[in-house]
């Protein structure tokens, strides 16, 4: 997904969650929009140029008397829930929401990929199991793999890098599971 957008609509960093005029503070953009019914003008000089971008992309729009209101909610919608979670299951949202996906993807703001683990996800994997992204990570596969624990070592440590594996197990089960319950929705036309 894109930056700009996400980041002046949901970030409390964007500055557009704050009116001077009447001393009104709310965590971002978005929630602003949501509580209040303002006029481009009664917005500081200042922001007119971010609102503006805002306006030009279809995100914004400007009623009949003035008042900034969001284009589409549902596209708004789905862009917070990427901004704040990161990923969002196709499938597993409901048809308004899948509508406002695609149009994000016609778009080009947002990007389809089709692998059993999101992004996040994988990150979380690769922490786990190998230093290969980060070099903090456990490196509980080549401490396991190419190397067998002596019995010497601390036994409680092993005790929880196996948990640590049976979770991940768990997980890999789960979105197996899950794949196939969707697969089988769809042939099915329920979804």
Sequence with gaps: MTEVQTF???SDQSGLGYLEKNQSSYENYFDLLCNQSLKLVEYPEYCHQKIEWLLERNYLKSDDEGYITFED???ILVMRDLYFN???NYWRSSRTKRS????LETKKVIVYESSLFSKPEQDYINFTLNKSQFNNGWDLRNRYSHTQPKSTENEKLHEQ???IFLRLLVLFVIKINDDFCIASAISKDEI
């Design 8 to 10: 002046l609509l949901f």
């Design 73 to 75: 909610e549902s596209v």
């Design 86 to 88: 990161a990923v969002i």
């Design 100 to 103: 406002a996906i695609d149009k």
């Design 161 to 163: 890098n196996f948990m």
